[in-house]
């Protein structure tokens, strides 16, 4: 059976009509896999999964709703595209618009994007621009440039990002077929949290799944505005996808949290390295750092006594982890060098 993307595979659920020229890298329809190491690990008697969102085209979740985005812009005749970006935003609306032939313009904080997402934006001929400053002030100027030029926002304050983005819930609950009892998500500029809300709420009440799950975001602790109810000026934290001091979705996403009777709470660095870590040894899962605050935040929860033995839990990873090689590079140890004697590299290795 062919597949052609998120628009078409959940085109009456999306703001889109036969006017809208689809543009899409057929992104979605990512695997949702069992985390068998993890259910041990926690000695869980429910079945835990992993939606691995780093299987996008660009390599994270942001392709769900930059295919609605871009597909809107240029069908309302928008010739340029703009956003603010810690990198994964900028890799996708760069290859999107790319793919649209349309002009990206792409505005990050200096010295605080992963090297990967950087190169994704320079190498898809996005204009790129380092700000002296942080992401929330690189979002200030992205406001005010659409405010005084022809430009199309496409930050997840789009509405049509969150539209997008909220198919991964949809996905979810046809490969289970019915919602999780509880969802453990990574929360930074908060859209994401958002719109799988949305999703599953509409799956609900469209009678598709009988149920909806909690969900509960984690923010890194050096940048939790959300849990700590105060602007962050200077958010501090490996996890640079997550490294937003003042979330554009913030209401919205304590709204979802406290709708579906979850929570959002914060994780150190130290205990994402520890998730990150775990899910490459054990599962076999490269996601870049700010994904494995969804697992780490499970552990945590775990730790807490707040999950019930026999849950069906999914953890959302939201990127891969080629975005951020330098900090894989920095958990290992660098590789022996050796002469090419086979029967001492065999020694070497214990055979």
Not at 18 to 42: C, F, H, M, Q, W
Not at 77 to 106: E, P
Request: aromatic residues 8%.
């Amino acid at each position: 059976m062919s597949y052609y993307g998120v628009i078409e595979r959940y085109r009456k659920y999306l703001p889109v009509n036969d006017k809208t020229p689809v543009i899409t890298l057929l992104e979605g329809n990512t695997p949702l896999l069992r985390a068998y190491s993890l259910e041990k690990k926690l000695s869980h008697k429910g079945e835990i999964y992993l939606k691995y969102e780093g299987l996008n085209p660009t390599g994270s979740f942001k392709d769900r709703g930059m295919t609605v985005a871009i597909s809107k812009a240029v069908e309302e005749g928008k010739r340029a595209v703009i956003c603010a970006s810690t990198g994964n935003t900028s890799a996708s609306a760069s290859a999107y618009a790319t793919r649209a032939g349309i002009l990206c313009i792409v505005i990050i904080p200096s010295n605080a994007i992963a090297l990967g997402k950087l190169a994704q934006s320079m190498i898809h001929g996005a204009k790129v621009i380092a700000l002296k400053g942080n992401f929330d002030e690189a979002l200030n100027i992205v406001l005010e440039a659409t405010e005084k030029y022809p430009l199309q926002l496409v930050n997840s304050l789009n509405p049509y990002r969150l539209q997008g983005q909220k198919t991964a819930a949809f996905e979810i609950c046809d490969t289970l077929s019915r919602a999780p009892d509880r969802q453990f998500i990574p929360v930074g500029n908060a859209g994401n949290i958002t719109a799988y809300w949305i999703g599953y709420k509409e799956y609900f009440e469209k009678d598709v799944v009988k149920n909806k799950p909690r969900l509960c975001g984690y923010q890194a602790s050096g940048s939790a505005p959300i849990v700590l109810k105060r602007k962050i000026d200077k958010p501090e934290t490996i996890a640079t996808a997550i490294r937003i001091g003042n979330p554009a979705s913030w209401d919205k996403a304590v709204a979802a949290a406290k709708e579906s009777d979850g929570y959002i709470d914060m994780v150190t660095d130290d205990e994402i390295l520890e998730a990150y870590k775990f899910l490459a040894m054990n599962e076999g899962i490269f996601c870049e750092p700010a994904s494995a605050a969804s697992v780490a935040g499970l552990l945590k929860a775990h730790r807490e006594k707040k999950i019930k033995d026999n849950e069906l839990i999914v953890c959302i990873l939201t990127g891969h982890g080629l975005k951020d090689p330098n900090l894989a590079v920095k958990q290992v140890s660098k590789p022996p060098e050796m002469e090419c004697d086979i029967k001492e590299i065999m020694r070497y290795l214990g055979f």
